[in-house]
């Protein structure tokens, strides 16, 4: 069967082949508007855009523009940049609209391959994202592509750190926004916590290009994006459990390193027994007894951070800070923090300042982000890999693009040696070798520790290099883009997306930036750029002779997309290149996941120091270590998902009703509804059906009544009488709480009512699910405990979810129900005061203010006050219509009195 298959991919190709053999029409039809398009001026190239716009008002689609709009594309890129698109990025530019992931190697020019997709789909003017994996890439790219999308009349944003909302929400109004997979993640995170429609940034979403795409989809995915908010100050239970926890000794405790998870053995339980009780942290003498589990969750966590986290690996420590390392690029994750503890856990470790906990006020995986983009396309130079995930998580399908030269680096057969010690021996001969004929080496690391310790080897050994890790990660760009000079050797943590192409020879425009920044323009300019041309063309020639970029693995990382990037950095647009990986027994992938037996018979083989074995079986092991642990990283991803799509489905339910309760002109149908459905509630818990009278629990009732419902009715003297029944009860409930709260809006100008309502509704929304999701949180770290009972742990997630997100629903009925009822609204002559821009209202009446005396601190955080504001009234000069423009919200009554909101009447655009 295997031998029919490799002959029919011989005669018919790869699907992939096949695929790619179907665009050559379309490939042709636009390089055949080429010359057409070449002919026009700048301002008819530039009128372009708004007739392809035109068109797609008129009824055409996209696909049936693409030629026209990807040769206007190609002409724009050749005019703004000096760059044009080659066929095959042609190819790249419609698998990506079609939405798809285009594989494209290192140097073939991604980043102006999406300028084809981007424009096509800004036609629309929904909008179009770039996501890129730094800040560093979002910036340049909006600066560099923007020059095209500005050339042809479209409109560019960049979402970066730090920016307010009226900087965000231009940014996303614009034809193309840029932005990293945090920040979009965030902003829509943060737009579901907003309180009008007016204070979102983002738009619909419509379609995303991901640059990196492996990277944001796969690597990424495994860490949910979380806001979250303070909890109480545990810097001292932190503290004297990591104290207890450093007295432990390794036989105290079994070490799982494949899981990197950490266990108490029997001896280590009584040794923490011993001392947590001696510490007064303990109640009683058990450890695991209920009143503990606190304290069990802190020692578990100081237990990860102590044996699994190691410093300059999986985080470093800097101004007196604990910073996360990106473990699959080697960068800081400045802001990011783990949850659960941990993070606090890692902080007492090192002695620095610890930072209270957090809650979770809103949380989404990547996965789920980015399935609700209609259209997304993706692109990197690695995804055949993980092909098989991408088309079951997000439906994406995988077109292998090919190179526009050859290739002509040679990947050539790991090196492996006994020890460590003998593989950086080797490491350092292999870069001195190089740099002696003037090739640039690439070594790549995989933590910080390795290139620090790699550093100190060639530093002994007189070998000038320079670090690119988290710690100089400021001078990315210059380290990177001078690495392929004569001789370089450039020591890298991850190299995996750095989005900067190693130019063999160096980087002439980054030299001419850095080098001539303060010569003013002018002869001597001119003269001193065409001096570093000429030196960089005569280098590049003597790099190409002495090989290329030679680029040296010092370990194999656990995923062999890595791997493959690193060797992608070398050989670029038909460049000469090497690539090989120097290995040992040491190594963190062959220690723990390597196949024993054969690592074993290795030892025992007569391997003398310093000797080396280069033979098929090393690969064929490592390839199956790095298939373990993919198939592993999978399943946790494939896992955190299922559990996701849970909240997720219930957070579309949460996130609608908010944008329906803010779009809505009025709400008062849906809080009657859960006024209605409260009253149900609490006669059916104290007057069961079926029951008698007598059976009641008339005081509890009686209590209901009087704090929900705000109802000073004797319930008893009805339950004595003759014929009643719980349908009756209902009846005269909701009759009388109906009343109650109708006489309160009739006190107030309807517009401040239906503010006050959607105030309420909006906050009881936000403070109950904010409390389902810590609910849940707890939930799923204690729900694989149910497969000891032989149930599946997600199934009984799903049903114990939706029990608690109804009895959430139940508690916001409530809840809107008690602070309306309650509510007392009194006329006070107070001076007029400011009210929030969409609680306005108008006249010359004083404003009402409100109380809660009947509620109290029952009243969830930040209620009270929305509710007082709701209630301010905006007093202005009916006369003065410059001042209404500048005082009127919108969204209040029009101060002509006619009845109609401002953005309806005088304040109409």
Not at 107 to 127: D, I, Q, R
Not at 715 to 733: H, Q, S
Not at 797 to 807: N, S, T, V
Request: aromatic share 6%; with cysteine.
């Amino acid at each position: 069967m295997l031998a029919l298959g490799s002959l029919a991919k011989t005669i018919f190709g790869s699907s992939n082949d096949r695929y790619l053999k179907s665009l050559r029409p379309l490939v042709k039809r636009i390089n055949d508007l080429e010359p057409q398009i070449a002919a026009l001026s700048d301002a008819d190239l530039q009128a372009q855009t708004p007739k392809l716009k035109a068109e797609l008002a008129a009824g055409k689609k996209l696909d049936d523009v693409l030629p026209e709009a990807f040769a206007t594309v190609r002409e724009g890129a050749r005019r703004a940049l000096g760059q044009r698109h080659y066929d095959v990025q042609l190819v790249g530019g419609i698998v990506l609209h079609r939405g798809e992931i285009a594989e494209m190697r290192t140097g073939e020019g991604k980043t102006l391959v999406a300028t084809l997709a981007v424009y096509l789909n800004a036609l629309t003017g929904k909008g179009v994202h770039v996501v890129t994996v730094n800040d560093y890439l979002a910036s340049r790219d909006a600066q560099w592509m923007g020059q095209v999308y500005r050339f042809l009349g479209l409109s560019v944003g960049v979402i970066v750190p730090n920016l307010d909302d009226q900087a965000r929400r231009k940014a996303y109004a614009a034809d193309i926004t840029y932005g990293t997979n945090n920040e979009f993640g965030f902003d829509y995170l943060r737009d579901n916590m907003k309180y009008s429609r007016e204070q979102m940034v983002q738009r619909p979403f419509n379609f995303a290009v991901v640059d990196e795409v492996d990277s944001v989809l796969v690597d990424e995915a495994r860490t949910p994006l979380i806001i979250s908010g303070p909890t109480d100050d545990k810097s001292a239970l932190y503290t004297s459990v990591n104290a207890v926890v450093k007295e432990l000794e390794r036989e105290d405790v079994e070490v799982d390193e494949k899981q990197k998870s950490v266990i108490l053995t029997e001896a280590g339980t009584e040794k923490v027994e011993r001392m947590l009780s001696a510490a007064g942290l303990l109640e009683g003498e058990n450890l695991y007894d209920f009143e503990n589990t606190q304290v069990v969750h802190h020692l578990n966590q100081a237990l990860r951070a102590i044996v699994i986290f190691r410093r300059d690996t999986d985080y470093i420590v800097r101004d007196n800070k604990v910073v996360i390392i990106d473990e699959f690029t080697g960068r800081m994750m400045d802001g990011r923090r783990w949850s659960e503890g941990l993070h606090q856990a890692v902080e007492a470790k090192e002695g620095v300042q610890i930072m209270p906990e957090n809650q979770t006020l809103a949380s989404i995986t990547f996965q789920n982000y980015f399935r609700m983009y209609p259209k997304l396309g993706g692109m990197t130079g690695t995804a055949a890999t993980e092909a098989a995930e991408f088309f079951d998580i997000y439906k994406l399908n995988v077109v292998e693009i090919p190179t526009n030269v050859d290739v002509l680096r040679r990947d050539v057969d790991d090196e492996f040696y006994k020890s460590a010690q003998d593989k950086y021996k080797a490491i350092v001969k292999s870069v001195r070798e190089a740099q002696t004929r003037g090739q640039p080496v690439l070594v790549g690391t995989v933590s910080i520790e390795k290139s620090e310790m790699l550093s100190d080897y060639l530093k002994k050994e007189g070998v000038e290099h320079v670090v690119l890790n988290a710690r100089y990660h400021e001078q990315e760009a210059v380290i990177v883009e001078q690495a392929g000079r004569i001789g370089a050797v450039t020591i890298a943590t991850n190299m995996a997306g750095r989005g900067t192409d190693i130019k063999l020879g160096g980087n002439e425009e980054a030299r001419i930036a850095r080098e001539l920044a303060d010569m003013p323009a002018g002869p001597e300019r001119e003269a001193a750029e065409a001096d570093i041309i000429a030196q960089v063309k005569e280098e590049r020639a003597r790099v190409k002779a002495a090989g290329g970029l030679f680029v040296l693995g010092t370990e194999r990382h656990e995923s062999r997309r890595i791997d493959n990037q690193l060797r992608g950095r070398s050989g670029r647009q038909g460049d000469p290149g090497l690539s090989r990986f120097y290995l040992s027994l040491d190594d963190d992938l062959l220690r723990i996941f390597g196949q024993q037996s054969m690592l074993s018979r290795l030892m025992n083989s007569g391997l003398e120091e310093g000797e080396a074995i280069i033979h098929p079986w090393i690969s064929k092991a490592i390839e199956t270590a790095q298939k373990k642990v993919e198939a592993r990283n999978y399943d946790v991803r494939k896992q955190l998902l299922q559990y996701d799509d849970v909240m997720n489905d219930q957070r579309k339910v949460v996130y609608e009703q908010r944008a329906d309760i803010m779009d809505s002109d009025t709400v008062g149908d849906v809080v009657v509804d859960m006024r209605h459905e409260a009253v149900n509630a609490i006669v059916a818990a104290r007057c069961p059906v079926g029951s008698y009278p007598e059976q009641w629990d008339v005081a509890g009732l009686a209590e209901d009544v009087g704090g929900t419902l705000g109802l000073d009715v004797d319930v008893a003297v009805w339950a004595k009488e003759e014929g009643i029944d719980p349908e009756i009860m209902v009846d005269r409930l909701i009759e009388q709480s109906d009343a109650l709260v109708a006489a309160k809006a009739a006190d107030l100008p309807a517009e401040t009512w239906v503010s006050i309502e959607k105030s309420f509704l909006l906050q009881a929304l936000d403070h109950h699910w904010k409390e389902h999701l810590a609910t849940l949180d707890s939930l799923r770290s204690v729900i694989h405990l149910r497969a000891y009972a032989q149930k599946t742990p997600i199934n009984e997630y799903k049903r114990e979810a939706f029990a608690l997100f109804e009895r959430m629903l139940g508690s916001v009925r409530q809840d809107v129900t008690r602070m309306l009822a309650g509510a007392q609204f009194s006329q006070q002559a107070d001076e007029p005061q400011a009210a929030l821009p969409a609680f306005g209202s108008f006249g010359a009446a004083a404003a009402p203010t409100m109380s809660f005396d009947a509620f109290g601190s029952s009243l969830p955080a930040g209620m009270l006050e929305a509710a007082q504001e709701a209630a301010e009234l905006l007093d202005v000069d009916p006369d003065d219509l410059a001042e209404w423009h500048s005082s009127v919200s919108r969204n209040a009554l029009c101060p002509c009195e006619s009845g109609k909101k401002f953005k309806h009447c005088h304040g109409a655009l």
